[in-house]
């Protein structure tokens, strides 16, 4: 997990500061697990006016007033599954609360942290196997929907 907090921080994410980790232990939760955020609501959002100024600029606009990612939440996840064998999940969630319309601008500084968690493992003579999941169950994991939304207060 401390490989892909690393990973995810040098694209950007930040940790966030929520102590989900003590709330699985006293839930009981087999999990071990850690939130970071990137985003921003109120940069994210363009507006009308906005769009229709700065989309056919010959020139980049000054930081202050560039757009800026939507909030997104990244769960990283992980367990004991049997001798020698972990299972991590890195799961994001998009936030209601920003532009929908760049709700996964995130996913490529999220895809090169993946990459870069995997080529560590690799290098440390790890087998990693990958699944890309479009959502999961409501099942009580920490990187689940509902646990997001209930526990974590993540819209």
């Known amino acids: 997990m401390r490989i892909a907090t690393e990973f995810l921080q040098e694209q950007g994410f930040e940790p966030r500061e929520d102590d989900f980790e003590s709330t ?8 071990t697990s850690t939130t970071l ?17 700065t989309d056919d600029l010959p020139f980049p606009l000054p930081r202050a007033l560039q757009h800026s990612i939507p909030p997104t939440l990244v ?28 709700a996964w601008a995130a996913g490529p500084r999220l ?4 990459e870069g968690i995997t080529a560590a493992a690799g290098a440390e003579g790890a087998m990693v ?22 526990v974590l ?3």
């Open 24 to 31: 699985l232990r006293a839930q009981g939760s087999d999990w």
């Open 37 to 53: 955020e990137i985003g921003d609501e109120k940069r994210s959002r363009r507006g009308f006016w906005r769009g229709i100024l």
């Open 75 to 102: 769960v990283v996840a992980a367990r004991h599954v049997a001798s020698r064998v972990a299972e991590l999940v890195v799961f994001p969630h998009i936030s209601l609360r920003g532009d929908a319309e760049y």
């Open 111 to 114: 895809r090169v942290a993946l």
């Open 129 to 150: 196997s990958h699944e890309f999941l479009r959502g999961v169950p409501n099942d009580g994991a920490p990187f689940s929907q509902a646990v997001v939304r209930d």
């Open 153 to 155: 207060g993540w819209r």
